[in-house]
């Protein structure tokens, strides 16, 4: 057994056999840098003209993982069928978070998708074994999954993708980023929320290390800290208390009923985001009729005044709109919030 701290799969390529009669690879995401690699090596040892030769490729192609991942996914599925035809089997399994690499006498696994960040730029961590035990207990592990995931085709997943389209351009638009639904879904923002739900309480402190990103003005980071408690706050995941003069964070008792499944969350972000986007739709309208926005008639506009007000001080919040000093009844959109609504 050997711990692989760089350069996975170059130490997994030199240890496949020119004979090897099998590829099982287990991988959420998947890149064309990644599939390069693949293409590259078994072309190198001439598996892929092997008649015997299989290749199973198991992904997570869920509703969000096609949204988030760095490219449209059918990109590197189509270069791998292309070369290995028939010899290449896919599934998806939206519960599929493990990474395995296996072929004949070798195995890796670990943390490192089937992408050139999995393989060259992360920081990640790896096991390659030679040990039949391991292999055999790993195939077994393989099998087990494969045969309760689905039949991913191609045109499948090209219907998949267009479904998505939409939601993939808003997400990967850095501005839309900052608000999108999806996001709040994907990597360290989920597990930021999941750690969060797992406390009785919360200490700004505590906040302040779950939500921090490294930022090189330490003002922009308490800031962008700060963005991330309100917004929980305004979701009603997160209330405010005072204990001795200190604040502190009380997480909703079923917080951790709407983290699993994710769907549940994402409606509820979804109808969030919608809140707010009509909201200042509506704001906008307004200021381009040239008329004054009054929030008693906004209000009329909207079934849930109590959403509609979270909404208002979001836009507030993130400089979108201003309620005049001296008439504050009355909103009215800023630069930044007019260009915010374009881009929608």
């Not at 959420?28 to 598996?47: C, L």
């Not at 494969?146 to 638009?173: A, G, P, Q």
């Amino acid at each position: 057994m050997e711990i692989l701290t760089k350069d996975p799969w170059h130490r997994f390529r030199e240890k496949i056999s020119n004979k090897n009669k099998i590829l099982f690879v287990a991988s959420p995401f998947i890149t064309s840098k990644g599939a390069n690699q693949i293409i590259e090596t078994f072309e190198y040892h001439g598996s892929h003209g092997n008649k015997k030769f299989e290749f199973k490729l198991l992904l997570n192609c869920s509703k969000i993982n096609i949204i988030t991942s760095v490219e449209p996914i059918i990109n590197p599925v189509n270069k791998l069928k292309e070369k290995f035809g028939q010899k290449l089997e896919i599934r998806s399994n939206s519960r599929l978070h493990a990474k395995l690499f296996l072929s004949d006498g070798i195995a890796m696994y670990g943390s490192s998708n089937l992408t050139s960040g999995g393989f060259f730029m992360n920081k990640e961590l790896n096991t390659l074994t030679k040990s039949k035990k391991s292999r055999t207990i790993l195939k077994e592990w393989f099998d087990d999954i494969w045969s309760t995931s689905d039949d991913l085709s191609i045109s499948h997943l090209e219907n998949l993708f267009n479904e998505c389209k939409e939601e993939r351009i808003k997400y990967h638009d850095w501005y839309a980023n900052l608000r999108s639904p999806i996001y709040h879904l994907a990597g360290d923002s989920y597990k930021k929320l999941q750690e969060i739900c797992q406390k009785d309480k919360l200490s700004k402190i505590d906040l302040d290390r779950i939500l921090s990103e490294r930022k090189s003005d330490p003002n922009e980071q308490n800031k962008n800290t700060q963005d991330k408690i309100n917004f929980l706050k305004r979701l009603g995941f997160l209330r405010e208390t005072l204990n001795n003069e200190e604040v502190e964070y009380i997480p909703i008792h079923n917080i951790r009923d709407i983290l699993d499944p994710k769907e549940l969350l994402y409606e509820i972000l979804c109808e969030d985001n919608r809140i707010i986007n009509e909201g200042l739709n509506k704001i906008c309208e307004y200021d381009e009729l040239g008329e004054e926005c009054k929030i008693e008639t906004l209000k009329g506009d909207f079934e849930d005044t109590e959403a509609l007000t979270g909404a208002r001080n979001w836009l507030k919040h993130l400089n979108y709109i201003n309620e005049s000093p001296t008439k504050p009844t009355i909103i009215a959109p800023t630069q930044l919030g007019r260009n915010a609504r374009a881009k929608q």
